[in-house]
């Protein structure tokens, strides 16, 4: 079984901090993505990856960085977190038009 | 740009019961893929089932159908004999054929009752 896993189920971080999640495949996938899932507005494209060292924006980037040094991990940087980035976040890789999610994390900024 | 519309923010089913889940999409592609996924209270993305637009047959896994309309843009889920474990949220997704973005509906929360 295709396994992605998040690194934290739940976060809690102060506003300004910088924040890093981390997102682990094991299944050698090209392309890995993150989401943001708000209520009412579903999951949204923050940026993806179609190889290592490489990475593309996707619909909401802005406040958001994106690392990936090795092909099996795609991590999402908050700068300086701010509270309108609460939120679920998402990680998900993918081949041949098939995805696979990790669970979450719940990412709440103070 | 792909848009993605589910216009049922929630809805209700006894179980056994069949229910049908919405979705409609705008794209000016003419070969794409289709999608529902379920999320349930575990916050685990679950595949429920995968529709081609060049096939014309509608694809089916167990309980799970769709209807696909290429023409009208729509693509419901229907779910027969609904049970306690279908409660959760549905998302309808979009994906272009030679791309890997999927592209999420709003969601709908659906809620089996007993």
């Known amino acids: 079984d295709v396994k992605v896993t998040q690194s934290s189920r739940y976060l809690v971080k102060r506003t300004g901090e910088k924040v890093f999640l981390e997102c682990v495949q094991d299944?050698?996938?090209?392309?890995m993505f993150w989401y943001r899932q708000d209520p009412g507005l579903g999951l949204r494209l923050i940026y993806f990856s179609y190889d290592v060292k490489m990475k593309e924006k996707g619909d909401i980037p802005e406040g958001y960085s994106v690392s990936r040094e090795k092909k099996e991990r795609f991590s999402l940087i908050l700068e300086s977190a701010s509270t309108n980035q609460t939120s679920m976040y998402l990680c998900a890789s993918s081949q041949d038009r098939q995805a696979f999610f990790g669970q979450g994390t719940r990412l709440t900024v103070v | 740009a792909q848009t993605v519309t589910q216009s049922q923010p929630e809805m209700s089913v006894q179980e056994a019961e069949t229910v049908t889940l919405s979705c409609t999409y705008d794209t000016s592609e003419s070969n794409y893929y289709l999608f529902w996924y379920k999320q349930p209270p575990s916050r685990q993305m679950i595949l429920v089932i995968r529709q081609e637009a060049y096939k014309q047959q509608n694809a089916t896994e167990n309980r799970f159908s769709v209807n696909f309309q290429k023409a009208a843009k729509s693509f419901s889920l229907k779910i027969s004999d609904s049970q306690l474990g279908d409660t959760a949220m549905y998302f309808c997704a979009f994906m272009k054929q030679w791309g890997n973005k999927l592209v999420f509906g709003a969601g709908t929360i659906l809620r089996v009752k007993s």
């Open positions: 299944m050698d996938h090209e392309n």
